[in-house]
């Protein structure tokens, strides 16, 4: 902690103010204002709680519940928030913890110093909430569900013992908050080009590092050491993804069944889906390249297919623009290049209406990107809804763009054997397939191409900065070569 109302990780990092989070709760506020409440409206929410691991006494490392994250910037958890819609005032309620927690816990915080840190206006106990709530006479208590349409879980709605005697509402909030969080405002922006700024640092130094011998989970800690080291991201966005050879070819590879630990071997491509969360924003960037830093001629062919499609769909985008309209785009590019190259034949337009690429991009184009990494208000009750055709139904929103989105760009081509011999049994997907030439890449793996952007008023601001043309990819990657890089697990060996 930098300051009073500051956030930082050291002084080597960014310091976030705690305007950002008085920011978000007044442009809540005006939204709901607009709706014509009542005068006398009480926004309610509750923060994440602390968990043990099963029936233990071990706590994992606390990660602040997002929504309420976004309205308070609260790091310690069993927290409630509220909000009085009518002046915009702000209300924390913290848990009273024992005194003897200071033993285990270091100094405890006063209700003064909850105060000054999150720049609420007024700081109460968890325990008083009930009693604060009632003297402020509210009309409508406004608390939060919804169900998110990624991960088809319902939100945590606020509850504490006397809520029943209020008048709740517990529809109105999610959409206008959630279309709240899909528009960033400059400080979250900031937020995110710093944490961008971390990961793509962080794949450049994965890059430098690796050798043919390493495995796929050494690969992933030079990652995570890197970003944490230097970046203070103590959280990962997600599961790293390290795949080599055919593992490029599983969309989230690295799960616990598949944890990263192949060997990586001198020939194989590999992929690398990576992004580390600062102050619970998130980055998401994905870098293909050939393990022994030279790209095969075949490698090539797929990789500048996939960075064709990326950059089409770059000069692209911007306010107004479908982003159904850009997947089909993407997908288009890749047919052409593929198809260019002998891979595939016939027309791209039947190809298209055939829905072929789904079998070599079987995921969204991207998705919007924020505090969780699968970020939240892609399909709203005012969206476009989501398209049942092959890939498409895969997109994580079809809405058309607006300023100050933040998305991802991650087209891709993949060889699954799954895919493949589902189309090998479709006559109308078959006939476009040179089986020859596609028996080649059975074992390839894949390639994705991941870029963080922003959208602005003409266009968007590319927030990830990594190599990307296969010049650059072979400079940095030769320049690593430079390196003097041991292996871990020599030590270990018999």
């Given at each position: 902690?930098?300051?009073?109302?500051?956030?930082?990780?050291?002084?080597h990092?960014?310091?976030?103010?705690?305007?950002l989070?008085?920011?978000?709760?007044?442009r809540?506020?005006?939204?709901?204002?607009?709706?014509?409440?009542?005068?006398?409206?009480?926004?309610?929410?509750?923060?994440?709680?602390?968990?043990?691991?099963?029936?233990?006494?071990?706590?994992?490392?606390?990660?602040?519940?997002?929504?309420?994250?976004?309205?308070?910037?609260?790091?310690?958890p069993?927290?409630?928030?509220?909000?009085?819609?009518?002046?915009?005032?702000?209300?924390?309620?913290?848990?009273?913890?024992?005194?003897?927690?200071?033993?285990?816990?270091?100094?405890?915080?006063?209700?003064?110093?909850?105060?000054?840190?999150?720049?609420?206006?007024?700081?109460?106990?968890?325990?008083?909430?009930?009693?604060?709530?009632?003297?402020?006479?509210?009309?409508?208590?406004?608390?939060?569900?919804?169900?998110?349409?990624?991960?088809?879980?319902?939100?945590?709605?606020?509850?504490?013992?006397?809520?029943?005697?209020f008048?709740?509402?517990?529809?109105?909030?999610?959409?206008?908050?959630?279309?709240?969080?899909v528009?960033?405002?400059?400080?979250?922006?900031?937020?995110?080009?710093?944490?961008?700024?971390?990961?793509?640092?962080?794949?450049?130094?994965v890059?430098?590092?690796?050798?043919?011998?390493?495995?796929?989970y050494?690969?992933?800690?030079?990652?995570?050491?890197?970003?944490y080291?230097?970046?203070?991201?103590?959280?990962?966005?997600?599961?790293?993804?390290?795949?080599?050879?055919?593992?490029?070819?599983?969309?989230?590879?690295?799960?616990?069944?598949?944890p990263?630990?192949?060997?990586?071997?001198?020939?194989?491509?590999?992929?690398?889906?990576?992004?580390?969360?600062?102050?619970?924003?998130?980055?998401?960037?994905?870098?293909?390249?050939?393990?022994?830093?030279?790209?095969?001629?075949?490698?090539?062919?797929?990789?500048?297919?996939?960075?064709k499609?990326?950059?089409?769909?770059?000069?692209a985008?911007?306010?107004?623009?479908?982003?159904?309209?850009?997947?089909?785009?993407?997908?288009?590019?890749?047919?052409?290049?593929?198809?260019?190259?002998?891979?595939?034949?016939?027309?791209?337009?039947?190809?298209?209406?055939?829905?072929?690429?789904?079998?070599?991009?079987?995921?969204?184009?991207?998705?919007?990107?924020?505090?969780?990494?699968h970020?939240v208000?892609?399909?709203l009750?005012?969206c476009?809804?989501?398209?049942?055709?092959?890939?498409?139904?895969?997109?994580?929103?079809?809405?058309?763009?607006?300023?100050?989105m933040?998305?991802?760009?991650?087209?891709?081509?993949?060889?699954?054997?799954?895919?493949?011999?589902?189309?090998?049994?479709?006559?109308?997907?078959?006939?476009?397939?040179?089986?020859?030439?596609?028996?080649?890449f059975r074992?390839?793996?894949g390639?994705?191409?991941e870029?963080?952007?922003?959208?602005?008023?003409?266009?968007?601001?590319?927030?990830?900065?990594?190599p990307?043309?296969?010049?650059?990819?072979?400079?940095l990657?030769?320049?690593?070569?430079?390196?003097?890089?041991?292996f871990?697990?020599?030590k270990?060996?018999?």
């Amino acid at each position: 902690m930098a300051g009073k109302d500051v956030f930082q990780m050291g002084c080597h990092t960014l310091a976030i103010s705690s305007s950002l989070h008085r920011n978000n709760r007044l442009r809540l506020v005006d939204r709901l204002k607009a709706k014509n409440l009542s005068n006398n409206c009480l926004i309610v929410l509750q923060g994440g709680e602390t968990q043990n691991m099963y029936c233990t006494d071990v706590e994992p490392v606390f990660r602040q519940e997002s929504y309420f994250h976004w309205t308070f910037g609260v790091k310690e958890p069993d927290c409630y928030g509220a909000i009085d819609v009518s002046t915009g005032r702000s209300l924390l309620f913290v848990p009273q913890l024992p005194q003897s927690y200071a033993i285990w816990m270091g100094k405890l915080l006063t209700l003064q110093d909850f105060k000054d840190i999150y720049g609420v206006d007024e700081c109460h106990y968890v325990s008083q909430i009930n009693e604060v709530i009632a003297g402020l006479k509210p009309e409508l208590l406004l608390t939060l569900e919804g169900v998110n349409s990624d991960s088809q879980k319902t939100t945590r709605e606020a509850v504490f013992n006397g809520i029943a005697k209020f008048k709740v509402d517990n529809k109105l909030l999610y959409k206008e908050i959630s279309e709240c969080r899909v528009v960033k405002t400059e400080a979250e922006l900031e937020v995110m080009r710093y944490t961008n700024r971390v990961s793509s640092e962080g794949h450049k130094e994965v890059m430098r590092h690796i050798r043919p011998g390493m495995t796929e989970y050494q690969l992933e800690s030079v990652f995570r050491h890197y970003t944490y080291y230097n970046g203070g991201a103590r959280h990962m966005s997600y599961t790293c993804i390290c795949g080599s050879g055919e593992n490029g070819a599983t969309l989230h590879y690295g799960h616990a069944g598949a944890p990263n630990d192949k060997t990586v071997s001198d020939g194989d491509m590999c992929l690398f889906d990576m992004g580390c969360e600062y102050y619970c924003y998130s980055s998401d960037i994905t870098c293909s390249f050939p393990a022994n830093g030279k790209f095969t001629s075949d490698q090539k062919i797929i990789y500048e297919a996939v960075l064709k499609a990326s950059r089409a769909v770059m000069a692209a985008v911007k306010p107004g623009v479908s982003w159904r309209d850009m997947h089909l785009l993407a997908e288009k590019t890749q047919l052409e290049e593929m198809t260019r190259h002998g891979l595939l034949r016939g027309d791209i337009n039947d190809m298209m209406t055939s829905r072929l690429g789904y079998i070599f991009m079987p995921h969204g184009l991207g998705h919007l990107l924020g505090i969780d990494v699968h970020d939240v208000g892609g399909y709203l009750e005012d969206c476009p809804p989501r398209c049942a055709e092959p890939g498409l139904s895969s997109l994580r929103t079809a809405r058309q763009l607006i300023k100050g989105m933040t998305l991802t760009i991650e087209p891709g081509i993949y060889f699954i054997d799954a895919q493949l011999n589902k189309a090998k049994e479709d006559p109308n997907l078959s006939k476009f397939i040179v089986w020859d030439v596609i028996n080649r890449f059975r074992n390839f793996g894949g390639v994705r191409i991941e870029d963080d952007i922003a959208i602005t008023e003409t266009g968007m601001e590319l927030l990830t900065d990594v190599p990307r043309s296969v010049h650059e990819i072979e400079a940095l990657m030769a320049e690593g070569r430079k390196l003097e890089v041991k292996f871990p697990q020599q030590k270990f060996l018999k």
